[in-house]
């Protein structure tokens, strides 16, 4: 049975059964709804087998279920078909996959991409290295003071050798919304291809790919409810057509001679190899849950919350708050003048409060920042006011407890 939006918590069995440890690290993953946890055990026990291959009731019916899920979320983005969804691993195989095919298709030696300082190492060091094998140069949006996108310092960076631009849609350090829709558009007057990470967007907002623009869109399930080691990636259709394979393997072919192979139609030329099955079904399920509570009553819950986190750490003045941005989600990252973020955190899980401390995989911009390690409160719908509350007191007492 679903709860109202304020209760969700009690849709999910981890957080029903502890009410008095309050989980705060939903950037990192998030926590598993019972619909999700039956759609697991629902396919093991009713239809486990392989999807495509096998002519028999279990494996037809592991196959509906498999594609049903991804027509689940290729509609959750507002894909224009089915086909235009990859399942991967999560957002850093998409980007993987992304960053590969497209330096093969697309990049030849000086041509350039363009990144930003905001980056999680995902949507980074894939590029890095395809940039190294493919010889082309990458360049940066800088992150201004507020946690926001230098657009007017992006101006001077395109040149004609521009092929490619990879940003987040979401920071998952600042919070930052980035203006994705308009960035995109910029891009394409110029003919660069855009690829958006979407790990931190997708399971708080109503992402819109048609209305994006993008070329490519990276998510992963397990930050949106789902499993893990389940994700998508998203493309227009003639680009992935036009694309290379990642990966060789069963099922991506169409025939195989010995010197050479041909490609199976979309989007099985990228899913090389038994899928994660059970973990595409999951995502589905996940989706289906999202659905019910509707991703404006979602965005709306998360923004209350966030802002109360926010007003709540500006009333304690030893703390510093990374990340001003107008247009922000429910990710804050801080620090507290003087202790260590390990110690910070350790002592909040102490008061029963999982938060994340650390560089939360994005060096340059902690460099930048001059905060390589700080403490992240990121909220889901399913946390409560108490709660954020809870935060708050435990942050103002820390004193009393840490240096
Ligand atoms: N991109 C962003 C913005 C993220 O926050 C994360 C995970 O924290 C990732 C990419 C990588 O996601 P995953 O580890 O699920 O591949």
Known sequence: MKHPIEQSYMDFPILRDNRDYTYLDNAATTQKPDVVLKALQDYYTQCNANVYRAIYRWGEESTRRYEAAREKTAAFINAESPDQLIFTSGTTDSINLAAATLCRHLIKEGDEIILTEMEHHSNLVPWQIQAEYAGAVLKFIPVS??????????????????????????????????????????????????????????????????????????????????????????????????????????????????????????????????????????????????????????????????????????SLPEYKLFGRAENRGGIAAFSREGSHSHDLTEYLDGRGLALRAGHHCAHPLGRKLNALSTCRASVSFYNTEEEIEKLITALLQAGEHIL
């Open 145 to 314: 003071e507020s946690g926001e996108l230098d657009l007017a310092a992006l101006e001077g960076l395109w040149s004609p050798r521009t092929r490619i631009l990879a940003l987040t849609h979401m920071s998952n350090v600042l919070g930052t919304i980035n203006p994705v829709k308009e960035i995109t558009a910029r891009a394409h007057s110029r003919g660069v291809t855009v690829l958006v990470d979407a790990a931190q967007s997708v399971p708080h907002m109503k992402v819109d790919v048609q209305d994006l623009g993008c070329d490519l869109l990276a998510f992963s399930g397990h930050k949106m409810y789902g499993p893990t080691g389940i994700g998508a990636l998203y493309g227009k259709k003639e680009l992935l057509e036009a694309l290379p394979p990642f990966r060789g393997g069963g099922e991506m072919i169409r025939t195989v001679y010995l010197d050479h192979s041909e490609w199976n139609t979309l989007p099985h030329k990228f899913e090389a190899g038994t899928p994660n099955i059970a973990g595409a079904i999951g995502l589905g399920a996940a989706v289906d849950y999202l659905n019910s509570y509707g991703m404006k009553a979602i965005e709306q819950r998360e923004a209350r919350l966030t802002e109360k986190l926010i007003a709540g750490l500006d």
